[in-house]
Nanobody
Framework: QVQLVESGGGLVQTGGSLRLSCTAS????????MAWFRQAPGKEHEFVAA????????YYGDSVKGRFTISRDSAKKTVSLQMNSLKPEDTAVYYC???????????????????WGQGTQVTVSS
């Protein structure tokens, strides 16, 4: 059973930066595509970024392209999200997700992942 624990959320001013981390335990981390999603109050889960099991392929949601960077360290079983130039509309609960099914496609939908962390709050003040 894979467990994911996020950290690094908090309150930051517009234009600031935060780095989120997600640490996995159990399972074989290097086999999993990983992703970050976010959910603002009253909204659906939004795709933020994904990274393939090899780390060679990354995808980003349109709203974060050029500002956020996803990376992984399989030795440490962590996936990180570096968030720069933060905006108030980035305010949300951020979730780490793992796709534990071995497949080629790197998912960009919430339903393509089958394991999620508890979420970490990111608040960007204007």
């Amino acid at each position: 059973q894979v467990q994911l624990v996020e950290s690094g959320g908090g309150l930051v001013q517009t234009g600031g930066s935060l780095r989120l981390s997600c640490t996995a335990s159990g399972g074989t981390f290097s086999n999993y595509h990983m992703a970050w999603f976010r959910q603002a109050p009253g909204k659906e889960h939004e795709f933020v970024a994904a990274i393939s099991r090899s780390g060679l392929i990354t995808y980003y949601g349109d709203s974060v392209k050029g500002r956020f960077t996803i990376s992984r360290d399989s030795a440490k079983k962590t996936v990180s999200l570096q968030m720069n130039s933060l905006k108030p509309e980035d305010t949300a609960v951020y979730y780490c997700a793992a796709d534990t099914v071995i497949r080629t496609r790197v998912g960009r939908q919430w339903g393509e992942y089958n394991c999620w962390g508890q979420g970490t709050q990111v608040t960007v003040s204007s």
